[in-house]
T-cell receptor, first 109, second 114 residues
Framework: GQNIDQPTEMTATEGAIVQINCTYQTSGFNGLFWYQQHAGEAPTFLSYNVLDGLEEKGRFSSFLSRSKGYSYLLLKELQMKDSASYLCAVINSNYQLIWGAGTKLIIKP | TAGITQAPTSQILAAGRSMTLRCTQDMRHNAMYWYRQDLGLGLRLIHYSNTAGTTGKGEVPDGYSVSRANTDDFPLTLASAVPSQTSVYFC?????????????FGEGSRLTVL
């Protein structure tokens, strides 16, 4: 089967750094997405990784290791507005998008 | 900029009734998708379309139908709703079907079937 694993919930402090992990087992790999979803809202695109390594975009960075089936999203200088769910999704060899259940991130002052 | 518009925002529906969720995009994207999102589960693909006039089944298509008469509109119909179809439904689009680029989502339609 195909599976995306993420922690269900994480808590972090405003101003700190948090790393959200995602491991995947899929039939092939053609890229990995991270999306942010605030409660009651639509998911919005954060990053796309297809090659190994770190992609940095402002306070957010995304890392991919294809050999380990592993990615993480790193959020720096956390702000209260970063409280949201973070969705990991993988494109498999059939170009189907497989979604994880998401990680709910709670930011405390 | 509208992007993707869904309607209704929320709806309560009696079991056995039919319902159409509307989705319109103004980005001239070729590919459109319908997902359902349930607590504790990842987004699950119901149906998709890679261009006007063609549709395909996703992971959970039973009980749902779609049409793609033109590029902009992609309605989702529940012919005879059942309580297990209670969910939040998201319409999405991308430039092409193989989504190596960003998916754009509508704001969602919350459907409750009693």
């Amino acid at each position: 089967g195909q599976n995306i694993d993420q922690p269900t919930e994480m808590t972090a402090t405003e101003g700190a750094i948090v790393q959200i992990n995602c491991t995947y087992q899929t039939s092939g790999f053609n890229g990995l997405f991270w999306y942010q979803q605030h409660a009651g809202e639509a998911p919005t695109f954060l990053s796309y990784n297809v090659l190994d390594g770190l992609e940095e975009k402002g306070r957010f960075s995304s890392f991919l290791s294809r050999s380990k089936g592993y990615s993480y999203l790193l959020l720096k200088e956390l702000q209260m507005k970063d409280s949201a769910s973070y969705l990991c999704a993988v494109i498999n060899s059939n170009y189907q998008l497989i979604w994880g259940a998401g990680t709910k991130l709670i930011i405390k002052p | 900029t509208a992007g993707i518009t869904q309607a209704p925002t929320s709806q309560i529906l009696a079991a056995g009734r039919s319902m159409t969720l509307r989705c319109t995009q103004d980005m001239r994207h070729n590919a459109m998708y319908w997902y359902r999102q349930d607590l504790g589960l990842g987004l699950r693909l119901i149906h998709y379309s890679n261009t006007a006039g063609t549709t395909g089944k996703g992971e959970v298509p039973d009980g749902y139908s779609v049409s793609r008469a033109n590029t902009d509109d992609f309605p989702l119909t529940l012919a005879s709703a059942v309580p297990s179809q209670t969910s939040v439904y998201f319409c999405a689009s991308s430039v092409e079907l193989a989504p190596t680029g960003e998916l754009f989502f509508g704001e969602g339609s919350r459907l409750t079937v009693l």
